[in-house]
């Protein structure tokens, strides 16, 4: 069976190196912060053009959690929110008692729609996360114009695209930007693990004593924070991933290329209700193709075909988040007093793009050419 993400493959081919790492971290004694810790952290910022600040932590959750606490976001706050994306985003806003505000998507590109943004802003507005979906960068030139005009601050939430760039690199458009190191992520370790960037020596510090229960020194508690640090093992895992990174980006980037002319081509004779786009991306961006994401017009049909070919596929994502039984309370208008669902209310694209969307493996350990030869 193909595998969606194939580790297996990945490991095989970095054994040597990472058993050798592995045995280090484990002969050393040393499995918290550290050597290990200090050095990823120090090769991630010089990845990123070296005026980064990275801080490490033990996902990409909590790095959204404590982002948002150095941004001081308090109840009665907004932050405007993908209504097309992992929950996490309006997930850490609602948990630190704030409002995540939905904002529509770009129906082709499926990043955050500015023109949303925009209309959603209210008196109670602090601030934009933006999701660099499926591993492309999201429109932050207009967004940081918005910010601008409004005075909001912008949480980058790049779990899906360390790597990837524009003008700029990922994880260096945000006030503070994110990333998650889960293990199918282009850039995985063996467990959970994340990391916030920022140029801002002040944000830097304080992220830095939230993630560590608020200290600045031992016992020395200045402010409320919570236990999240990356261990040594998954830091040495990184590191030698870490050397492969742009190698693997740009097998990936072949891969899709190759999904494109597949789809370019069946869509030439697909019958009407039957056609399947792929996600555009947009001209000057490399994208990390985290997934492989289209939009098929017959979903359900396509995917009685994926199974027949034995070719595995996820669907990211089934719902719209405002729709998430656990966000009901946060819906601006009431109906009747029961719970707003889709059939409610006019289809918005991020709607329309759960009902299609669809992803097929992309990494680079996976046999594109083959899955292309049993889709056709």
């Known amino acids: 069976m193909i595998p969606f993400v194939n580790l297996t493959g990945q490991r095989e081919k970095y054994r040597f190196e990472?058993?050798?790492?592995?045995?280090?971290?484990?002969?050393?004694?040393?499995?918290?912060?550290?050597?290990?810790?200090?050095?990823?952290?120090?090769e991630l910022s010089d990845?990123?053009?070296?005026?980064?600040?990275?801080?490490?932590?033990?996902?990409?959750?909590?790095?959204?959690?404590?982002?948002?606490?150095?941004?001081?976001?308090?109840?009665?706050?907004?932050?405007?929110?993908?209504?097309?994306?992992?929950?996490?985003?309006?997930?850490?806003?609602?948990?630190?008692?704030?409002?995540?505000?939905?904002?529509?998507?770009?129906?082709?590109t499926l990043q955050i729609s500015p023109k949303s943004v925009k209309k959603e802003i209210g008196p109670h507005t602090?601030?934009?996360?933006?999701?660099?979906?499926?591993?492309?960068?999201?429109?932050?030139?207009?967004?940081?114009?918005?910010?601008?005009?409004?005075?909001?601050?912008?949480?980058?939430?790049?779990?899906?695209?360390?790597?990837?760039?524009?003008?700029?690199?990922?994880?260096?458009?945000?006030?503070?930007?994110?990333?998650?190191?889960?293990?199918?992520?282009?850039?995985?370790?063996?467990?959970?693990?994340?990391?916030?960037?920022?140029?801002?020596?002040?944000?830097?510090?304080?992220?830095?004593?939230?993630?560590?229960?608020?200290?600045?020194?031992?016992?020395?508690?200045?402010?409320?924070?919570?236990?999240?640090?990356?261990?040594?093992?998954?830091?040495?895992?990184?590191?030698?991933?870490?050397?492969?990174l742009d190698e693997e980006l740009a097998v990936r980037r072949q891969n899709a290329a190759k999904y494109d002319a597949f789809f370019a081509e069946y869509n030439r004779t697909a019958a009407a209700g039957e056609k399947i786009v792929p996600q555009k991306i947009e001209t000057g961006c490399k994208c990390t193709y985290a997934q492989y994401t289209i939009l098929a017009e017959n979903r359900e049909g396509f995917i009685q075909k994926l199974k027949a070919a034995e070719i595995p596929y996820c669907i990211h994502y089934p719902s719209a988040l405002q729709y998430q039984p656990c966000f009901a309370r946060f819906h601006k208008e009431v109906l009747g007093g029961i719970i707003w669902t889709e059939a409610d209310h006019p289809d918005p694209n991020s709607v329309k793009a759960s009902r299609k969307a669809i992803s097929l493996p992309v990494c680079a350990f996976t046999n594109v050419d083959k899955i292309i030869e049993k889709l056709k």
Request: proline fraction near 4%.
């Open 18 to 42: 990472l058993e050798k790492a592995e045995r280090e971290v484990l002969d050393s004694g040393c499995y918290i912060g550290g050597h290990e810790v200090e050095s990823l952290e120090k």
């Open 47 to 108: 990845y990123l053009g070296g005026a980064t600040r990275t801080i490490t932590c033990a996902s990409g959750t909590d790095a959204l959690t404590i982002a948002l606490m150095a941004m001081d976001l308090r109840p009665g706050d907004e932050v405007i929110v993908p209504d097309f994306t992992f929950i996490a985003p309006a997930e850490c806003v609602a948990i630190l008692g704030a409002t995540p505000v939905f904002a529509d998507i770009n129906p082709e």
């Open 126 to 244: 602090k601030g934009i996360i933006a999701v660099n979906l499926f591993g492309q960068c999201a429109p932050f030139e207009e967004l940081r114009e918005i910010a601008r005009e409004h005075h909001l601050w912008i949480i980058e939430d790049s779990a899906q695209a360390f790597g990837a760039r524009t003008n700029q690199m990922a994880c260096t458009f945000g006030d503070i930007s994110i990333t998650s190191f889960y293990p199918s992520k282009p850039l995985g370790c063996y467990g959970d693990g994340g990391a916030l960037f920022t140029s801002n020596e002040d944000f830097a510090k304080k992220i830095r004593m939230i993630a560590n229960h608020g200290c600045i020194g031992r016992y020395k508690h200045e402010t409320l924070g919570m236990n999240s640090r990356l261990d040594a093992l998954q830091a040495a895992v990184l590191r030698v991933k870490l050397k492969y």
